[in-house]
């Protein structure tokens, strides 16, 4: 089979100091977001691009891997296979161990919200994409959608689009900092004093980029990732194609390890950052009372966009613990929406200048599947 064309990787590119996801004032939208249409935008594809990827699809078909050997798939008796060990790790004695960790089996999974994906709901999920135009981006991975009704916590049902799809996703992988400080401390490995929670507020709520490159100091990078892969929580998972991942300062320089499977500094899947929000809502990140500090931190937001937008006009009084990023034309939200003893987790990951608005209307259309309008 032709290896697919690989999506654009900006993270190739330089990221300026300042610019991955800082929150900028705007207007928080209006209500003609609730009936606009999007539009995609056209991209023209230069054809160097596409002699390249052609060439990479003939290279595939000499060594084309079984299904059993990608990412995310499972084997002939049903267990998920882990990549072969990326030469990025392999200078790392404990990220080469958590790397061939068992994706099952080495813990209970305490957020197997692929067990509860729900077919009624995927396919409103997919009418949904359908509506607002979206299908082709979708089918170019160019936009992933994860969505979690927990009307019944115990029984979550999980629709997506592309939910194992890895994406750059700017500032919203800073919620792994967050978890990792809060390990750190568990393990008394940093103190959490009136400073550190103070980085952690403007890191979150103001999304600020010198906040966020002084945690990973104090935390080191290395144990970011250890945190992420730790069979806890596998929060970025080799079998499922990768996850949240954060392996360089958000500045200029401090590059430590960029994201081993596709190459991205800052990187996320729709699923697992809806996992992040699922062990949080349950109390089982680091501990219910770390849980609960991490979630009042979330619970603040400057940044008015996006899902914030869509929300302000379909479910204003909800409250919204979130975390979104922006960068150039990648534009991506999440969180836990709840009002009225319900609520759910929406992810959304885009690749487009017009992935802002793309993001306020799925949102609306997903309140409404948890909260449907009176009317």
């Given amino acids: 089979m032709l290896a697919p064309c690989p999506a654009r990787n900006e993270n190739a590119r330089a990221e300026p100091n300042g610019s991955s996801g800082g929150v900028r004032p705007g207007r928080a939208g209006g209500r003609d977001l609730a009936i606009a ?66 994706s099952s089996g080495a813990l209970p999974d305490v957020a197997p919200l692929w067990d509860h994906r729900d077919p009624e709901l995927q396919r409103r999920l997919d009418a ?68 550190t929670r103070e980085l952690m507020r403007n890191m979150i709520r103001r999304s600020s980029n010198q906040a966020t490159t002084e945690l990973m100091h104090r935390v080191g990078k290395p144990n970011i990732a250890y945190t992420l892969l730790a069979p806890r929580y596998r929060l970025y998972d080799p079998a499922r194609g ?13 590059l430590w390890k960029r994201d081993p499977l596709h190459n991205l500094s800052h990187g996320a899947t729709a699923m697992q950052v809806a996992r992040f929000y699922y062990m949080l809502e349950k109390g089982a990140l680091v501990s219910e009372r770390s849980s609960r500090r991490m979630k009042e931190i979330l619970s603040v937001t400057t940044n008015p966009r996006k899902f914030a937008a869509g929300l302000a006009v379909a479910n204003p009084t909800a409250r919204f613990y979130r975390k979104s990023g922006t960068w150039r034309a990648y534009h991506s939200d999440s969180g836990i929406v709840q009002r009225d003893g319900r609520g759910y987790i929406a992810v959304g990951l885009t690749e487009d200048r017009a992935g802002k608005d793309w993001l306020a209307l799925i949102v609306q259309r997903l309140d409404a599947l948890v909260f449907p309008s009176d009317g």
Wanted: glycine residues 8%; contains cysteine.
């Fill in 37 to 102: 249409r999007v539009r995609t935008r056209r991209e023209g594809r230069p054809h160097a691009r596409a002699g390249a990827c052609l060439l990479l699809g003939l290279l595939a078909l000499a060594s084309s891997p079984t299904r059993a050997d990608e990412p995310g798939l499972p084997g002939a008796d049903g267990v998920l296979v882990d990549p072969p060990l990326p030469a990025a790790v392999r200078d790392d004695r404990r990220l080469s161990e958590l790397w061939r960790a068992p």
């Fill in 128 to 195: 949904i994409v359908e509506e607002l135009g979206l299908l082709r981006p979708a089918r170019q991975r160019r936009l992933a959608i994860a969505f979690v009704d927990l009307s019944n916590p115990a029984r979550p049902r999980v629709a997506e689009t592309n939910g194992d799809v890895m994406m750059y996703a700017a500032s919203l992988p800073k919620i792994a900092v967050l978890l990792a400080v809060f390990d750190r401390a568990a393990a008394g490995q940093l103190e959490i004093d009136a400073e």
């Fill in 242 to 254: 990768g996850g949240l991942w954060v392996g360089k300062d958000y500045a200029r320089s401090g």
